[in-house]
Antibody, heavy 117, light 108 residues
């Protein structure tokens, strides 16, 4: 069974930093393209960023609102992907989902990030 | 950026009825369109990809159609567990994925 488990969420002040982790199991993690998708409270879904598998180049892409502030990385030896978030803004408050696949086949349960003073 | 517009925003129907949800793209995405169901407090779940292919375990009362800019998710006979929010996603202009704003399918 495919499982994705996010961790690292919490409360952070504006301008602060936070790093989320996503551990995958039940599939070959090193072959997976991993995306992060967020959902602000009571709102819709927004793609944040993605890292390709190393066989596909391992490159990263980001949505405009987070480019330059967020970084997606991976450690295939630990079946883990990361979302490093810097210069956080109140509008970054959301539930952050770790997702795999080209069309987002599988989702984690999410990690809540609250940016507030 | 490709914008996806879903309609209606809210759809009120009764169990046993047929539901038709629409997703319109601001430019062609071919058939790179997926549908997700999100129940309260749950992560989204993939239901349809490639505009019309059901994901593993999805009942055949769910069907997707369309190509280019106009897409439809049809639920032939609503079951109580089908009442949820449905999102569409375009992955044709990857990596710039975009979601529709969602349709809330509520029980009348």
């Amino acid at each position: 069974e495919v499982q994705l488990v996010e961790s690292g969420g919490g409360l952070v002040k504006p301008g602060g930093s936070l790093t989320l982790s996503c551990v995958g199991s039940g599939f070959i993690f090193s072959n997976a393209w991993v995306s992060w998708v967020r959902q602000a409270p009571g709102k819709g879904l927004e793609w944040v960023g993605r890292i390709k598998s190393k066989p596909s180049g391992g490159t990263t892409d980001y949505a405009a609102p987070v480019k330059g502030r967020f970084t997606v990385s991976r450690d295939d030896s630990k079946n883990t992907a990361f979302l490093q978030m810097n210069s956080l803004k109140t509008e970054d408050t959301a539930l952050y989902y770790c997702v795999i696949g080209w069309y987002f086949d599988h989702w984690g349960r999410g990690a809540l990030v609250t940016v507030s003073s | 950026e490709i914008v996806l517009t879903q309609s209606p925003g809210t759809l009120s129907l009764s169990p046993g009825e047929r539901a038709t949800l629409s997703c319109r793209a601001s430019q062609s995405v071919s058939t790179y369109l997926a549908w997700y169901q999100q129940s309260p407090g749950q992560a989204p779940r993939l239901f349809i990809y490639g505009a019309s292919t059901r994901a593993t375990g999805i009942p055949d009362r769910f069907s997707g159609s369309g190509s280019g800019t106009d897409f439809t998710l049809t639920i032939s006979r609503l079951e109580p567990e089908d009442f949820a929010v449905y999102f569409c996603l375009q992955y044709g202009s990857s990596p710039m994925y975009t979601f529709g704003q969602g349709t809330n399918l509520e029980m009348k």
